[in-house]
Each structure stands twice: as C-alpha cells, then as structure tokens.
C-alpha cells in the first residue's frame, strides 16, 4: 500500500471447531486491526470480514464444483456515514497516524474446514477494506489467510483412538513376515515420523534388494461424479524413504535371519503437501502407510511385497488434549503433584497426640489399615 499499512493481529493463528458440523459448537475469532497512515487520509469507511476463498481445479462433468462454500461475515470498524463532511481526516501526526480497532467474530460449528485437494480447496481469510475519497486510490485492502481445523471431541475414547500404537505385522506365503512399529498411529504435520521396520525370513535361500516406506494419501470426492458417473479419487505418495543394502556381487542381503531398518519420514505441512484426514458430505481423505521389500527368492525370482497400515493425519491441537497426559507411577512429575496435595492436607491436620507432627511420620502398615476397617467392638 502507498499511503497506508496494515497489519491484521489475531489472538489466535487459526480457529478450532471440536466435533462433527452436526455437533460442534461456534467459535469466536478476534483480533485487531493496525493502520498507520503515511499521510493524512479522508476515510469513509473500514470494513473486516471473514470470508471464504474457494477454487476450483480439474474437470469434472457439468462444471460441478467439488468444493463450494460462500461464508461471509462483515463488520463495520468505522463509519463516517453520519459526519457533516462524511469523510474523517486521519494521519497529519504522528500520534494520529497510529490506529487500532478490535473485531471479534462467531465462527459458526457447520463450516467446513479448510482443504486444498487436486479438484479443489477451501480456504478462509480476514479481509480489511479501506474507502476513502479524494483524488488517486480510494480503495486499500489487506487480507490474512486463518485457517479452519475440524478436531474430535475431547473424550476418552477418542484420546485412547489418537494415542494407540503403529503395529502391523503379515507374512507373505509363509516365506517371508513383515512388520512395522511405532510409537503412534496418530501424527501432526510437518513431523519427523520414525518406523521400525522389521524383515523376517520363514524359509532359506532368499535375499533381500531392497526396503521402502511410503506415506500415502487418498482422496475421494461424493458430491460430484466423473463423466462416466463415478466419483473421482486420488492418490498420491507424500513422502517416501528407501533403504538398498550394498553387496559386492549381489547388491542384496542374504535373509539368514530378521533385519531391523529404522525408517524417517519428513511429514510435510498441512495445507502445502498434506491435508488432515476428514471424512464430510463431500471429500473423504486417508492416509496409509505402506512398507515395501524387494525379495528374490532361492530361484532368483524378484517378488514385491507390500504392508500397508491406516494412519491419521490430525492437527497438534488434537493430541494436545487433557487426557494426553494421565497422571501414572511411571511419572514424577505427577506423582509430585500428588504428594504435594497430599502434604499440605496432612500439614492442616495439625501435630498428633505424640507431639510429632504426621507429614514426618511414616505411613501405616497394611496390617494396621485392615484391623482399622475390620475391628469388631463387642
């Protein structure tokens, strides 16, 4: 802008809706919007809205759009509609060049998180106009993209869901036994993700080319068909690690006994190189991930084999969750607070009888817990 900057702050970088459209409840975005004026301005009027941007990508038949939505929520920070000059001089000091306005909105719980696909995306942006009048620009806008995430309702069940563990194992005709673990079956983007991938061999005679992990994305649109009346999908390899052993003759390695090879994967960033998993009235998107070997048997015929394993690509808010951290013996920390809370109630307590005070004494025997609770009085 030549005349005028603006800086759109929000107190938060994206807005959250927890549960299905259905469920979910609205969410309020706030911020503030910064003007610094270069010169003295004659401003009409400052409107911020939060809208949405759809684009349509691909063909597909009758011109259906896989993606559509028309949210648009205004406010008006100013106004000089009712002035006797309709117009306000702003700027011509230093003090009076400087302005803030806050704007809050009610995201609604319906609206469709933001996705970017192969046939189209759904994005969500903060837009301030400017208007005012006189000679040259009259017009300034400034625009900032929010992101929406869709995230599961905190309840136990879904944390048990986001925290279980990557294990896949399957043997391939009872000659070779594949087999992948993990620390989580739920990932963040633009995450290291580090597999163990294990190789067994169940017969002799065979070597091993090569081992490979893929990360998959899947994507299949249901509001729209195709032009032979089929919905269109997707698939695409995300990011992908390989491992060849060297041999001098071979370039393989004998299968004498199981193999481990520690695998990374580098999970790109949401919206750019992966989108989160969501299953809606229009777009269903997975992920799965997929461990290769190349095996030649004792007749040196190459086989490819192939382990794939749902996996789910979620938001970091969604395993940030109050049941993420359970207290449990194996964590001092939360053993701490508990013996903390447990010290200052027997501190309140006061001394016993004995004149010593019960924070320092040590605890009851079992023996004297049960005859406590099981004394008979005749």
Same mark, same amino acid.
């Given at each position: 802008?030549?005349?005028?900057?603006?800086?759109?702050?929000?107190?938060?970088?994206?807005? +959250?809706?927890?549960g299905a459209p259905s469920e979910a409840s609205g969410q309020a975005l706030s911020g503030r919007v910064m003007l610094q004026l270069c010169r003295s301005l004659k401003v009409t009027q400052v409107i911020v809205a939060f809208q949405s941007s759809c684009m349509h990508r691909g063909s597909l038949w009758s011109n259906q759009s896989a993606l559509y939505d028309n949210t648009k929520l205004e406010q008006v920070l100013f106004s000089a509609t009712g002035t006797p000059l309709g117009y306000a001089v702003w700027g011509g000091s230093a003090e009076a060049s %400087?302005?803030?306005?806050?704007?809050?909105?009610a995201i609604p719980g319906t609206l469709h998180e933001s996705v970017c696909t192969?046939?189209?995306?759904?994005?969500?942006?903060?837009?301030?106009? %400017?208007?005012?009048?006189?000679?040259?620009?009259?017009?300034?806008v400034q625009s900032l993209r929010i992101p929406v995430l869709? +995230?599961?309702?905190?309840?136990?069940?879904t944390a048990l869901s986001l925290s279980e563990a990557l294990r896949a194992q399957a #043997?391939?005709?009872?000659?070779?036994?594949? &087999?992948?673990?993990? #620390?989580?079956?739920?990932?963040?983007?633009?995450?290291?993700?580090?597999v163990r991938s294990i190789i067994r061999p169940l017969q002799k005679g065979q070597t091993l080319v090569d081992v490979g992990l893929r990360l998959i994305e899947n994507t299949r649109f249901k509001s729209v068909v195709s032009r032979f009346g089929d919905?269109?999908?997707?698939?695409? +390899?995300?990011? &992908?690690s390989q491992i060849k052993p060297r041999d001098d003759s071979w370039h393989a390695l004998p299968l004498q006994h199981e193999?481990?090879? #520690?695998?990374?994967?580098?999970?790109?960033?949401?919206?750019?190189?992966?989108?989160?998993?969501? #299953?809606?009235?229009? +777009?269903?998107?997975s992920h799965e991930l997929v461990l290769t070997a190349t095996v030649v048997d004792s007749k040196q015929v190459a086989h490819y084999l192939r382990l794939a394993v749902p996996i789910q690509v979620v938001p970091k808010i969604?395993?940030?969750?109050?049941?993420?951290?359970?207290?449990?013996?194996?964590?001092?920390?939360?053993?701490?607070l508990l013996l903390d809370s447990s010290y200052a109630a027997v501190w309140a307590e006061g001394e016993n009888e004995g004149g010593q005070h019960r924070a320092f004494l040590p605890p009851p025997s079992y023996q004297a817990i049960v005859n406590s609770h099981n004394s008979l009085t005749v």
């Open positions: 802008m030549l005349y005028v900057h603006t800086s759109i702050l929000t107190d938060s970088p994206c807005t +959250v809706l927890r %400087i302005r803030e306005m806050p704007f809050s909105f192969a046939f189209g995306s759904i994005g969500y942006e903060i837009k301030v106009t %400017i208007r005012s009048c006189g000679f040259g620009i009259n017009t300034w869709r +995230v599961p309702e905190e309840n136990i069940l #043997d391939w005709l009872g000659a070779v036994e594949l &087999q992948m673990l993990g #620390d989580s079956a739920a990932v963040p983007d633009e995450y290291k993700l580090c919905s269109p999908k997707s698939s695409n +390899v995300l990011c &992908q193999h481990c090879f #520690d695998l990374e994967l580098d999970i790109p960033a949401a919206f750019r190189g992966i989108q989160y998993d969501m #299953d809606t009235a229009r +777009v269903h998107i969604a395993l940030e969750t109050s049941f993420a951290e359970l207290p449990t013996y194996g964590k001092s920390s939360s053993d701490r």
